[in-house]
């Protein structure tokens, strides 16, 4: 009998005796249940998974149905509050300001006497004197001339926003609640998003409302958090799947096996932990360096709560995701790959770079797409770490102080006043812009590479 198992097992080795062990193992479930069923107890038995299998096909079905509605909800509110009718009011008539030029309208003006206006107007404004100061206004653009009539001295604010659905089904009902509620009003259609959004600073008024400094701490920060998380990432993913199984020192196999296990259990942490580390370790500890003033920058935060610490911060939020699936992308690259490359008479670290990496990078690409999405929209680790709520100054560095845009959305949404909900919902907009397009592009990157390999 000793020598019969002898034999066997050498003719099976490898992935045949594996075969034959899963042979083997299903014989004995077979005649530890029994026999195979026949006849009508046999059509019974397929009858009824086949009744199982629809019920889950339905429950996939109404499962994935009810998702689709529940997204295309989300983005028809969003659009809803972008778009649609407001009651503007101003503090001083049109015809007021243009009837020394014999005209009844702003936009009938011509650029000098759109400048005159402004120049007469400076005694009774701080603000008109500094942008004349700024730059005169003879030299600025009419349309610039006239953004500044409409603010500084019609004194333009929006009363009241409607829906994109009240403006354009209830039409009359609109107009009618407009004349009675605010009777000096004009009521015009208006995008909540356009380019004076993108490319204006937060401001205290609904309307004049920007998100460039948003879009700017954004890109800043998860550029940093990225930089961080993709090479350590990668590289422990390598060391994990390609080394660690192959130490035999008991301490180093212990080690590696606590290392596995945390950064399991990292991958669920709450993100409010990590926002407690990086407040207790980039902020507190590390202050001096994430400031700036280790390296005399100009200006720089005496707290550490800046671009680089927030960054650091999302960047250990992320990482766990990155090494777990660059590690399920390694181990998904066949072993004949390898066995190939050292046949050859490569070094390990030859095959591991020239071999494993290259074929494993598709699914690496997946874990940084789904990386980059999180970091994106994380909110929770950087209110710790020190992001500010309103500013108005765009960050131009590392070290500067900074916000980003879920935060800038937050802070709309908790506004008062109703016309900030709507740029809120202009802000979702851009962030999912954004994140589609990093994303978009993650996404190029790994076919690309797919393809090449």
Do not use: C
């Not at 936009?107 to 700024?134: C, F, P, V, Y």
């Not at 039409?171 to 407009?178: G, H, I, M, P, T």
């Not at 030859?350 to 690409?365: K, R, S």
């Not at 999912?432 to 996404?443: K, R």
């Amino acid at each position: 009998m000793s020598d019969t198992k002898n034999l066997e097992k050498d003719m099976f080795s490898g992935s045949s005796q594996d075969s034959m062990r899963a042979i083997r193992e299903a014989a004995e479930k077979i005649n530890d249940f029994g026999t195979i069923p026949e006849g009508e107890e046999l059509t019974q038995n397929v009858q009824r998974r086949q009744t199982r299998a629809s019920i889950w096909k339905n429950i996939f079905y109404i499962s994935t149905i009810f998702g689709l509605f529940v997204l295309a909800t989300l983005l028809y509110t969003i659009i809803d509050d972008t778009f649609g009718l407001i009651a503007v009011q101003v503090a001083v008539e049109e015809e007021v300001i243009a009837a020394p030029f014999d005209k009844t309208e702003i936009e009938q003006l011509t650029q000098e006497e759109m400048a005159q206006i402004l120049t007469d107007a400076t005694g009774s404004s701080g603000a008109l004197r500094r942008m004349n100061r700024e730059m005169p206004f003879a030299e600025r653009s009419q349309a610039e001339l006239e953004d500044l009539i409409r603010i500084e001295i019609l004194k333009e604010e929006v009363v009241q926003s409607f829906s994109f659905t009240d403006s354009l089904f209830k039409r009359a009902s609109v107009e009618a609640k407009v004349a009675e509620d605010f009777p000096r009003a004009d009521l015009r259609w208006h995008s909540w998003i356009s380019w004076d959004f993108l490319t204006t600073p937060m401001n205290s008024t609904p309307a004049l409302a920007g998100i460039r400094t948003g879009i700017l701490g954004t890109l800043w920060v998860t550029a940093i958090a990225m930089l961080f998380a993709i090479p350590i990432g990668i590289g422990g993913a390598i060391y994990l799947e390609e080394y660690a199984a192959d130490t035999k020192h008991r301490w180093l196999v212990f080690l590696n096996k606590v290392i596995q296990t945390n950064i399991n259990n990292l991958a669920g942490v709450p993100s409010i932990i990590y926002g407690m580390l990086g407040l207790a370790i980039f902020v507190i500890a590390w202050g001096y360096f994430t400031s700036g003033q280790f390296f005399n920058v100009p200006g720089a935060a005496a707290n550490g709560r800046t671009i680089l610490s927030a960054g650091l911060t999302v960047g250990l939020l992320v990482l766990p995701l990155i090494i777990i699936n660059a590690q399920e992308a390694i181990r998904a690259v066949p072993r004949s790959l390898r066995q190939a490359s050292y046949g050859l008479g490569a070094t390990k670290w030859q095959t591991v770079w020239n071999v494993v990496v290259p074929n494993a990078i598709p699914g690496i690409m997946t874990g940084i797409i789904l990386a980059i999405s999180r970091a994106i929209g994380e909110t929770a680790p950087l209110i710790v770490v020190g992001a500010s709520t309103f500013i108005l100054t765009d960050p131009n560095g590392i070290f500067s102080q900074f916000t980003v845009l879920p935060i800038q959305i937050y802070n709309w949404t908790s506004r008062p006043q109703a016309q900030f909900q709507n740029a809120a919902a202009a802000g979702i907009i851009v962030l999912l812009v954004i994140m589609i397009a990093l994303n978009g592009t993650a996404i190029w990157l790994r076919n690309r590479y797919q393809r090449s390999v």
